[in-house]
């Protein structure tokens, strides 16, 4: 079921999976998602297969408005708001991370699969594919 508003919170505390725990969580205030410009953010790496540290990514970012995981949550609530485009891609909300059961740390993403919208998580000890978009909020 639909929520009735076009509005995310991306204030308030994050949903953490049991066993989780949320290490970094960048407050976004109330966004109206159907009238906010949100998009994609890849790394400018010329290879779209390479593995880029995070610290990296991180500083190639830190001029851009990321977006956390009360985006991605509200989302599979609303999909009917979630670009077509990106069925074809994982999309990561690098504006919350978490450290998961084990005490790896993580990051949420939301991708297409069997026809429907769910999400997962990726640890980032692995490194980053520079081919992993990240979701950013644009001017």
Request: charged share 25%; glycine share 6%; net charge negative.
């Amino acid at each position: 079921m639909e929520i009735e508003t076009t509005i995310a919170d991306l204030d308030a505390d994050p949903r953490c999976p049991v066993g989780w725990k949320v290490e970094s969580h960048k407050k976004g205030g109330m966004l109206d998602v159907a009238k906010a410009k949100i998009g994609l953010y890849l790394s400018p790496n010329p290879r779209r297969n390479d593995r880029i540290e995070l610290n990296k990514l991180c500083e190639e970012l830190k001029n851009k408005k990321v977006l956390n995981a009360n985006l991605l949550d509200w989302y599979m609530a609303n999909p009917s708001f979630i670009p077509e485009e990106w069925k074809a891609e994982q999309v990561f909300f690098l504006g919350t991370m978490y450290c998961d059961s084990d005490g790896d740390a993580c990051v949420r993403h939301l991708y297409w699969i069997d026809g429907r919208w769910d999400w997962s998580y990726r640890w980032l000890v692995v490194g980053w594919n520079s081919n992993h978009p990240v979701v950013v909020l644009e001017s």
